[in-house]
């Protein structure tokens, strides 16, 4: 869904992750065919089952990855911010998107056509390398999503989210790009239950919850309630 233009320039392709390390000879390859667009909250990119035609990165914002249940419930599967591509694996795969993708505040992207980013990464290996690393961090990420959907018990799944998502070993927080409301349906539950599930875990000196922030006081207990010990009472 095209939006209004934005101006383009080396540095707007240099600074995106995925294309980290490029010759300059390749990122202005690159700057010819990205196509850059604002769009707007609430905004529907693409749809379970439509045609990959290119696949986008943001500049600003965020957008939902979710899926629907024929009872219309919704599961949120991912939410990506500034830097993260989104869109990209059936483009590669030559399939339909498999699920929805929404716009959830105004965002600047950059948009890749199909057929001439393909053409890209055919004879460039290094843009295929970053790509794949990219597309490796994402499958283990799902992986787990996955197991902790269909056999862990809610404490589990949020324990599992704030140790993936701190960032480093080094760290001991996660800052929560999203909010409670989202975070619930992404881990499969409901606001609730997330927030009694926040409580217990304060009460129990797991972590610290702080606005958005939250300190992971604990991690080694962390680490055994998402591997199954049931610390919570």
């Known amino acids: 869904m095209p939006g209004v233009a934005i101006v383009k320039t080396v540095e707007m392709i240099a600074e995106i992750p995925l294309?980290?390390?490029?010759?300059?000879k390749q990122v202005n390859e690159l700057l010819g065919i990205a196509e850059e667009r604002r769009l707007d909250r609430g905004q529907m990119i693409f749809a379970e089952g439509e045609l990959a035609n290119g696949f986008y990165v943001?500049?600003?914002?965020?957008?939902?990855?979710?899926k629907l249940s024929s009872e219309g419930k919704e599961q949120i599967l991912h939410i990506f911010g500034p830097g993260e591509p989104f869109g990209e694996v059936p483009v590669f795969a030559g399939e339909r998107f498999p699920a929805y993708a929404e716009i959830l505040e105004t965002s600047e992207a950059v948009f890749f056509p199909?057929?001439?980013?393909?053409?890209l990464v055919k004879?460039?290996?290094?843009l295929a390398l970053n790509l794949l690393a990219i597309l490796s961090k994402r499958l283990k990420y799902f992986t787990q999503l996955v197991e902790s959907l269909s056999l862990k018990e809610v404490p589990q799944r949020l324990a599992t989210y704030?140790?993936?998502f701190r960032g480093s070993e080094e760290e001991n927080?996660?800052?929560l790009a999203i909010a409670k409301g989202q975070l619930a349906s992404l881990l499969g539950t409901i606001p609730e239950t997330l927030s009694r599930i926040l409580n217990k875990m304060t009460?129990?000196?797991?972590?610290?919850v702080q606005g958005r922030q939250i300190k992971l006081i604990?991690?080694?207990?962390?680490e055994r309630l998402a591997m199954g010990e049931k610390l919570l009472v």
Do not use: Y
Not at 19 to 24: K, Q, S
Not at 123 to 126: A, G, I, K
Not at 218 to 222: E, F, G, I, V, Y
């Open 19 to 24: 294309f980290a390390g490029l010759p300059d």
């Open 58 to 66: 943001l500049r600003s914002g965020r957008v939902k990855i979710f």
């Open 114 to 119: 199909k057929q001439s980013f393909v053409k």
């Open 123 to 126: 004879s460039d290996p290094s």
């Open 162 to 164: 704030l140790l993936f």
């Open 173 to 175: 927080s996660v800052d």
């Open 203 to 208: 009460a129990q000196g797991l972590i610290e």
């Open 218 to 222: 604990d991690r080694k207990a962390l």
